[in-house]
């Protein structure tokens, strides 16, 4: 059972959701769609001039009189302020970068102001939590994040967030609900470490024979690991009577893996998945190639963030509706 | 330019703030606190700042209350209530400080702006004078500059909060103008609160020898005067306060027990005028002598005719009078009033004797006033500002050996004389005289014109007003104390008046503040009224306020919305683009608009094979955008022919 005022912003977000639709991105506040109500503070104020009134009148002082009234007229005209401070503010949204199932999606709205006034004390937030408050100068652009939790792999909406401010006493919170069809992809958890990764190739092919091999592409020693080539084996320096240890040749081995869903039997389509997810993360952060393969997708060894980016994201929607664009 | 700060240092800054505003608050109220107040304050605010200053802990919970409590029993123990203004305005002071110590965030920070403005609130209650209202703007805009900036996350100078909170206290002025002179005033108090217990200086209700040569020290105004049509000639200008009957030989004392009513019948010009009293906390009004209207709501005659008020005078009040200065009191005395106004105490018994002597060889009453005032005239006796004191049979000491005295050493004397000689007499305390402003228009009545009198019961005329300072200093009652007195008397304002212009603007400094005194700190149902109608609102009610105010309210709400879409509205900021808008907004009225896939290259060269006429002008025009918007270095003259160009353009 959620607790009441929960209930109540989920009702009036429903609302407000029917009432305007979806934003197109970038989108405009118009001024209809700005709600405003005094805070906590606001109140406090209220009361706090009431009591004034009531003192002034009782002793029939004018000038204490003058004063409830024109802090109560200043009340009203901060009320104002705080709602022109949000009026027209350009909302747009902005790559995300995709996350992993489990962390923060970091949703980055751009603000821009096109008044030539500076606006104060903007914040973007969300159920999650509010970000820090910013200002914008006549003409200024500033990007704030709207997080969501990553529950679930494939495209994750940010359905809806708020712009709100409380510029500029504190005394009342203007807002605008905002539902824009904005997407952060999330990648599914990578599994923890310990399936060993499926065996390696290490394709020598064309440039990297060490016959042919000049001084130029050699890049140094290090020490043996079992399963290296012996052909590898610097024996001079063995000969010498230092340890064991291999050639490098700069840009020439590649060690390329192929992660194939076929290769995990007995798991269930998530579990395997992570698996793959893990086995791309390592083989990346190894700089090694890889490539992968899954019912209906097949991408063949490669190298590079663009290529990691693209298996990490057929992971993500595999078996969703939505298809890799 | 987008900043976003880290929260931790500004808060410093804030609390800085805040203390500061506090203190600017706090500094008018000084001389009405209790000592210990300010300095538990003070003490309050700098150990918190160097807690702050420092990185120290704050105090744990329990200290604060404690702390708090001690505070609040200490105001109790010091002022023995909670209630009524300044154990109100010491607690407030109290408050605030401690509230310091809890003081971690910005919440807290803004109940402490809360408690400055509430104190700056409590500044009115005590003083409304013109002098202090700069201060009090000021502080009032500080605290709103303060308040904002403590709900200000990125840095802001102080020019911009400056200029950001006036601006909007400017524009919430006329709201508040509208509210002030439309909302409904109420007559009286409706929630009875202890009045403040100061000593304010003023004519009290007894009389020893010295008190009102004192009094005359200073030039403090005690009231100011506006008659409706001319004013009474000086020698008719006594306004009428305290009457005392009781005499203990030295001190003179108002009677505790009331007396029979005795009528009076006036004749003679009648004066209407408003007398506009400082506050004196006391209760009387001084009319001119004699009374025959008053507001019998807030004000009361006794029998001996002297005028109070419904409670002590604590603030700025008005009274609408109305006198006729010829006057008489219809006999017989009353047995009661004659035994009050002969009674004599065991003192002065040479004077006793002289009344008598004098008395028998007068005859009469009348004979007998004139041989005492000749014997005040003729022998050596002296009207000073600085008269020596005198031992327990005053009257004694006063008459056969010092001789030299000031109003009341005369008066009490005189009347004491008059008892003595079987003539039911009394003093009478007030003032006499007043200096006109003509800047203003009206009189001012200062606590140097405190005077003293008599009165003495004659058969057949009733209550006679005997005025023996006349007859050792007669300037007194035509021209005033000063001309009364000799150039080594410190009369207070000699000096000033030695210098016209000093003088000059003294009287207009007096008239501007009765001008703020009488229209603002005074303004009430009466001048509310008169304002309405000479809004052509007759006989306005509560309804007709009430919608005044809606209208107001609505007016002000639609200027504000208004001015500030007006203010902004999106603006195109490159100057260039706001060119090229304008010439396309320009060309689609002659049927030449631009289609959606043209840039201005391909657009203005199709525009101007369209319109041959303009082929030259659009050519510069075009090649001038390309420069500006894609060329290597714009010129800014470049800008400035193509404004021209596209201004001159005869589509």
Same mark, same amino acid.
């Not at chain 2, 212009?501 to 603002?520: C, E, M, P, S």
């Given at each position: 059972?959620?607790?009441?005022?929960?209930?109540?912003?989920?009702?009036?977000?429903?609302?407000?959701?029917?009432?305007?639709?979806?934003?197109?991105?970038?989108?405009?506040?118009?001024?209809?769609?700005?709600?405003?109500?005094?805070?906590?503070?606001?109140?406090?104020?209220?009361?706090?001039?009431?009591?004034?009134?009531?003192?002034?009148?009782?002793?029939?002082?004018?000038?204490?009189?003058?004063?409830?009234?024109?802090?109560?007229?200043?009340?009203?005209?901060?009320?104002?302020?705080?709602?022109?401070?949000?009026?027209?503010?350009?909302?747009?949204?902005?790559?995300?970068?995709?996350?992993?199932?489990?962390?923060?999606?970091?949703?980055?709205?751009?603000?821009?102001?096109?008044?030539?006034?500076?606006?104060?004390?903007?914040?973007?937030?969300?159920?999650?939590?509010?970000?820090?408050?910013?200002?914008?100068?006549?003409?200024?652009?500033?990007?704030?994040?709207?997080?969501?939790?990553?529950?679930?792999?494939?495209?994750?909406?940010?359905?809806?967030?708020?712009?709100?401010?409380?510029?500029?006493?504190?005394?009342?919170?203007?807002?605008?609900?905002?539902?824009?069809?904005?997407?952060?992809?999330?990648?599914?958890?990578?599994?923890?470490?310990?399936?060993?990764?499926?065996?390696?190739?290490?394709?020598?092919?064309?440039?990297?024979?060490?016959?042919?091999?000049?001084?130029?592409?050699?890049?140094?020693?290090?020490?043996?690991?079992?399963?290296?080539?012996?052909?590898?084996?610097?024996?001079?320096?063995?000969?010498?009577?230092?340890?064991?240890?291999?050639?490098?040749?700069?840009?020439?081995?590649?060690?390329?893996?192929?992660?194939?869903?076929?290769?995990?039997?007995?798991?269930?389509?998530?579990?395997?998945?992570?698996?793959?997810?893990?086995?791309?993360?390592?083989?990346?952060?190894?700089?090694?190639?890889?490539?992968?393969?899954?019912?209906?997708?097949?991408?063949?060894?490669?190298?590079?963030?663009?290529?990691?980016?693209?298996?990490?994201?057929?992971?993500?929607?595999?078996?969703?509706?939505?298809?890799?664009? | 330019?987008?900043?976003?700060?880290?929260?931790?240092?500004?808060?410093?800054?804030?609390?800085?703030?805040?203390?500061?505003?506090?203190?600017?608050?706090?500094?008018?109220?000084?001389?009405?606190?209790?000592?210990?107040?300010?300095?538990?304050?003070?003490?309050?605010?700098?150990?918190?700042?160097?807690?702050?200053?420092?990185?120290?802990?704050?105090?744990?919970?329990?200290?604060?209350?404690?702390?708090?409590?001690?505070?609040?029993?200490?105001?109790?123990?010091?002022?023995?209530?909670?209630?009524?203004? %300044?154990?109100?305005?010491?607690?407030?002071?109290?408050?605030?400080?401690?509230?310091?110590?809890?003081?971690?965030?910005?919440?807290?920070?803004?109940?402490?702006?809360?408690?400055?403005?509430?104190?700056?609130?409590?500044?009115?209650?005590?003083?409304?004078?013109?002098?202090?209202?700069?201060?009090?703007?000021?502080?009032?805009?500080?605290?709103?500059?303060?308040?904002?900036?403590?709900?200000?996350?990125?840095?802001?100078?102080?020019?911009?909060?400056?200029?950001?909170?006036?601006?909007?206290?400017?524009?919430?002025?006329?709201?508040?103008?509208?509210?002030?002179?439309?909302?409904?005033?109420?007559?009286?108090?409706?929630?009875?609160?202890?009045?403040?217990?100061?000593?304010?200086?003023?004519?009290?209700?007894?009389?020893?020898?010295?008190?009102?040569?004192?009094?005359?020290?200073?030039?403090?105004?005690?009231?100011?005067?506006?008659?409706?049509?001319?004013?009474?000639?000086?020698?008719?200008?006594?306004?009428?306060?305290?009457?005392?009957?009781?005499?203990?030989?030295?001190?003179?004392?108002?009677?505790?027990?009331?007396?029979?009513?005795?009528?009076?019948?006036?004749?003679?010009?009648?004066?209407?005028?408003?007398?506009?009293?400082?506050?004196?906390?006391?209760?009387?009004?001084?009319?001119?002598?004699?009374?025959?209207?008053?507001?019998?709501?807030?004000?009361?005659?006794?029998?001996?005719?002297?005028?109070?008020?419904?409670?002590?005078?604590?603030?700025?009040?008005?009274?609408?009078?109305?006198?006729?200065?010829?006057?008489?009191?219809?006999?017989?005395?009353?047995?009661?009033?004659?035994?009050?106004?002969?009674?004599?105490?065991?003192?002065?018994?040479?004077?006793?004797?002289?009344?008598?002597?004098?008395?028998?060889?007068?005859?009469?009453?009348?004979?007998?006033?004139?041989?005492?005032?000749?014997?005040?005239?003729?022998?050596?006796?002296?009207?000073?500002?600085?008269?020596?004191?005198?031992?327990?049979?005053?009257?004694?000491?006063?008459?056969?050996?010092?001789?030299?005295?000031?109003?009341?050493?005369?008066?009490?004397?005189?009347?004491?004389?008059?008892?003595?000689?079987?003539?039911?007499?009394?003093?009478?305390?007030?003032?006499?005289?007043?200096?006109?402003?003509?800047?203003?228009?009206?009189?001012?009545?200062?606590?140097?014109?405190?005077?003293?009198?008599?009165?003495?019961?004659?058969?057949?005329?009733?209550?006679?007003?005997?005025?023996?300072?006349?007859?050792?200093?007669?300037?007194?009652?035509?021209?005033?104390? %000063?001309?009364?007195?000799?150039?080594?008397?410190?009369?207070?304002?000699?000096?000033?008046?030695?210098?016209?212009?000093?003088?000059?603007?003294?009287?207009?400094?007096?008239?501007?503040?009765?001008?703020?005194?009488?229209?603002?700190?005074?303004?009430?149902?009466?001048?509310?009224?008169?304002?309405?109608?000479?809004?052509?609102? %007759?006989?306005?009610?509560? %309804?007709?306020?009430?919608?005044?105010?809606?209208?107001?309210?609505?007016?002000?709400?639609?200027?504000?919305?208004?001015?500030?879409?007006?203010?902004?509205?999106?603006?195109?900021?490159?100057?260039?683009?706001?060119?090229?808008?304008?010439?396309?907004?320009?060309?689609?009225?002659?049927?030449?608009?631009?289609?959606?896939?043209?840039?201005?290259?391909?657009?203005?060269?199709?525009?101007?094979?369209?319109?041959?006429?303009?082929?030259?002008?659009?050519?510069?025009?075009?090649?001038?955008?390309?420069?500006?918007?894609?060329?290597?270095?714009?010129?800014?003259?470049?800008?400035?022919?193509?404004?021209?160009?596209?201004?001159?353009?005869?589509?």
């Amino acid at each position: 059972m959620r607790s009441l005022p929960a209930r109540l912003r989920r009702k009036t977000r429903a609302w407000a959701r029917r009432r305007h639709g979806i934003d197109p991105d970038p989108v405009d506040l118009s001024s209809r769609r700005i709600y405003i109500l005094p805070t906590g503070l606001g109140v406090a104020f209220a009361l706090m001039l009431f009591a004034m009134f009531l003192g002034a009148m009782n002793y029939g002082n004018n000038l204490a009189l003058g004063l409830a009234f024109v802090l109560g007229s200043l009340g009203l005209t901060a009320m104002h302020y705080c709602h022109r401070n949000l009026a027209a503010v350009r909302i747009a949204s902005a790559a995300s970068e995709p996350v992993f199932v489990g962390e923060e999606a970091r949703f980055r709205i751009a603000l821009e102001n096109h008044a030539p006034l500076a606006r104060h004390e903007l914040t973007l937030g969300n159920d999650q939590g509010t970000s820090r408050p910013v200002r914008l100068d006549p003409g200024a652009r500033a990007v704030l994040t709207v997080n969501v939790a990553a529950q679930r792999r494939g495209y994750l909406p940010l359905d809806h967030f708020d712009i709100a401010t409380r510029h500029p006493f504190g005394l009342f919170r203007a807002w605008a609900y905002l539902h824009m069809d904005v997407k952060c992809v999330v990648y599914p958890r990578p599994a923890p470490r310990g399936l060993p990764p499926p065996p390696v190739e290490t394709d020598t092919g064309g440039a990297q024979d060490s016959a042919r091999g000049g001084d130029e592409d050699f890049a140094g020693l290090r020490s043996f690991h079992p399963g290296d080539s012996l052909r590898h084996v610097a024996w001079k320096a063995y000969a010498r009577g230092q340890e064991l240890q291999v050639k490098v040749y700069a840009g020439t081995a590649v060690t390329s893996h192929l992660f194939d869903w076929e290769s995990l039997p007995g798991l269930d389509v998530e579990a395997r998945l992570s698996q793959l997810c893990r086995w791309i993360e390592d083989a990346y952060a190894a700089g090694h190639a890889f490539g992968i393969k899954l019912p209906g997708v097949d991408l063949p060894a490669d190298i590079g963030p663009a290529h990691r980016q693209r298996c990490l994201m057929s992971l993500a929607l595999f078996g969703t509706q939505e298809s890799q664009p | 330019m987008i900043t976003v700060l880290d929260p931790a240092p500004r808060f410093t800054q804030q609390l800085s703030w805040v203390v500061a505003a506090f203190l600017l608050t706090l500094l008018p109220h000084v001389p009405d606190l209790r000592l210990w107040i300010v300095l538990l304050a003070l003490i309050a605010i700098a150990v918190r700042l160097a807690i702050e200053l420092r990185h120290w802990k704050l105090p744990p919970k329990i200290v604060r209350i404690g702390v708090a409590i001690a505070a609040m029993l200490g105001v109790l123990a010091s002022y023995r209530t909670l209630n009524g203004i %300044e154990a109100g305005t010491a607690l407030l002071v109290l408050m605030g400080a401690m509230k310091l110590f809890e003081t971690s965030n910005r919440r807290d920070l803004t109940v402490v702006i809360f408690v400055a403005y509430f104190l700056l609130f409590a500044g009115f209650l005590y003083n409304q004078s013109l002098l202090r209202l700069p201060w009090m703007l000021a502080t009032a805009w500080l605290l709103t500059v303060t308040l904002m900036r403590t709900h200000q996350t990125a840095p802001m100078n102080m020019r911009e909060a400056l200029g950001l909170t006036g601006k909007m206290l400017l524009q919430s002025l006329p709201l508040a103008i509208a509210l002030f002179l439309f909302f409904p005033r109420l007559p009286g108090q409706f929630w009875a609160v202890p009045g403040r217990e100061t000593a304010a200086t003023g004519i009290d209700d007894e009389m020893s020898p010295g008190d009102v040569s004192e009094l005359s020290l200073s030039s403090a105004i005690a009231f100011r005067v506006r008659f409706e049509n001319e004013l009474p000639p000086p020698r008719q200008r006594y306004w009428r306060g305290p009457v005392l009957h009781d005499f203990d030989g030295r001190t003179w004392r108002r009677l505790q027990q009331f007396l029979p009513d005795q009528p009076v019948t006036t004749s003679g010009p009648t004066y209407r005028y408003t007398v506009t009293q400082e506050p004196s906390n006391r209760p009387w009004i001084f009319g001119l002598e004699a009374v025959t209207d008053w507001p019998r709501e807030r004000a009361r005659l006794l029998y001996d005719r002297q005028m109070l008020a419904m409670g002590r005078i604590s603030s700025l009040s008005s009274f609408d009078l109305e006198s006729q200065p010829e006057y008489r009191f219809e006999g017989p005395l009353p047995v009661s009033t004659r035994n009050a106004a002969l009674r004599l105490g065991e003192r002065n018994p040479r004077s006793k004797l002289l009344a008598q002597e004098l008395y028998a060889q007068a005859g009469s009453p009348e004979a007998f006033v004139d041989a005492v005032l000749d014997k005040f005239r003729e022998e050596e006796y002296f009207y000073t500002l600085e008269p020596p004191r005198l031992d327990a049979d005053s009257v004694d000491d006063f008459l056969f050996n010092t001789k030299r005295g000031f109003c009341e050493h005369f008066a009490s004397a005189f009347t004491m004389l008059a008892r003595a000689g079987g003539i039911p007499a009394r003093v009478v305390l007030g003032y006499q005289g007043g200096e006109f402003n003509p800047m203003g228009g009206y009189l001012i009545v200062r606590q140097s014109d405190a005077h003293a009198w008599s009165e003495i019961w004659i058969d057949g005329k009733g209550w006679v007003r005997v005025d023996p300072t006349a007859a050792v200093a007669p300037e007194r009652v035509e021209r005033g104390m %000063e001309a009364a007195l000799g150039d080594d008397e410190p009369v207070p304002g000699r000096l000033m008046k030695r210098f016209d212009t000093l003088a000059q603007l003294q009287l207009a400094w007096d008239a501007l503040n009765t001008f703020w005194n009488n229209q603002i700190v005074e303004f009430g149902a009466g001048q509310q009224r008169s304002m309405l109608e000479w809004l052509g609102i %007759e006989d306005a009610d509560w %309804e007709a306020l009430g919608m005044a105010m809606v209208i107001a309210m609505a007016t002000f709400f639609a200027a504000l919305t208004g001015w500030l879409a007006w203010r902004y509205r999106p603006r195109q900021l490159d100057p260039l683009v706001q060119v090229y808008t304008q010439l396309c907004h320009r060309l689609e009225k002659k049927q030449l608009a631009r289609a959606v896939h043209e840039g201005p290259d391909d657009y203005l060269k199709r525009v101007a094979r369209a319109r041959p006429d303009l082929n030259r002008q659009l050519e510069e025009i075009r090649s001038l955008y390309i420069d500006l918007r894609y060329g290597p270095s714009p010129l800014a003259n470049q800008l400035s022919r193509l404004k021209f160009l596209v201004g001159r353009l005869k589509v």
